[in-house]
């Protein structure tokens, strides 16, 4: 996965603040030096008591070390969150590797930084198992794979499964279908009407797999080349700064994390939000105020883990392919209880998911 974003070419994460609202409840957490490429590597465990903590591996430029130490934390415990909402027997983990500003991005320090990656994986001597995120790719494992055995997700050649981005869009697909029958009563997406902001891997999926089931489509990205792909579909464009304005069923946040805010909430005009976008979500806060407005939030912990079910069922040796697939569809079946616990208790549908996460959690100990 590659953020192609111009304008977010380092993350500069305020972090005294940020840290200071992390309560850093991680079972580990190893933050060293790269010997070979000098970049800071941290690779946060979350939690392992539903298994061997499963994450990608973030490597990206952030003004400060303790901004790659932020994300590291927050992304890891959304693992935890993900896999135990897709049923996995796998805890959370992240690893971020930290490109400080101005730093000129080489293969060969790409390189350096997965043999380095691969080290501090081998050495926490299997609680955490890594695989591609952004600013790394399956090709990039292949190269982890040289130091440990706890990499997923090589390319097909190397004996790998490859990207998981064609599983997430199906997950994303499936949860988009259980929102609408939730909505309005029926699964068919004929004629109705999403607003996909982000065509990158999963969205542009998306977009294609929407069009296909005869939905009407409004599509937006921060590089204006994408447009060629809604000319293609017959979809209307709209600039990103107004994608979340669209008059529409469903607005499908598919680029970065952090669009529901206050603000924006308040601007949307839709019933419902499914997107693949992690962390979507500004604050809790965000959460009840989607509520308030009576607009159905699909959490994305729970509509983005196809990537992550692939990663961990297709690598096992002798995987039922049409057995992953289902896992994928599952999502949609999941998110429905989400839906119904949420009504039935009276509280945000993240909270609902959150229930049944720790739930699964709490029935490990
Ligand atoms: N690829 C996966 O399997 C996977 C799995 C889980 C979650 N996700 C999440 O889904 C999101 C998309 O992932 P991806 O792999 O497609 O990434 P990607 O980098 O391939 O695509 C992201 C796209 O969003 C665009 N974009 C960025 N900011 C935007 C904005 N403000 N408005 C409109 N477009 C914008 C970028 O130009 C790019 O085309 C990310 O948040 C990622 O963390 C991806």
Redesign the pocket.
Known sequence: ?????PA?DHVDLRTPEILAAIEPDHERILITTGPRSGLTIIVAVHSTRLGQALGGARMWTYAHWTDALADALRLSQAMTLKNAAAGLLRGGGKAVIRVPVGTAVTPELKRQAMLDLGDAVASLGGAYMTAE??GTSADLMAIVAERTEHVCGLPAEQGGVG???D??AAGVHAGIVATVAELFGSESLGGRHFCI????????RLARSLARAGARLTL????PS?RELADELGAAWVE?ED?HRVVADVFVP????G?LTPETIAELRVRAVVG???NQLSSRESAALLAERGILWAPDFVV?G???IYLDLASVPGADEALVGERVGAIGETLAGVYRESAARGITTLAAAERLAFARLDAAR
């Open positions: 996965m590659t953020l192609a974003a977010l995120d952004v990207e998981p981005a599983a997430t902001a982000g065509l990158g891997q999963v969205g542009g937006s990205d921060v590089v994408k990103p994608a598919c680029g970065l994390g669009v693949a976008a992690n983005n196809g990537g992550v």
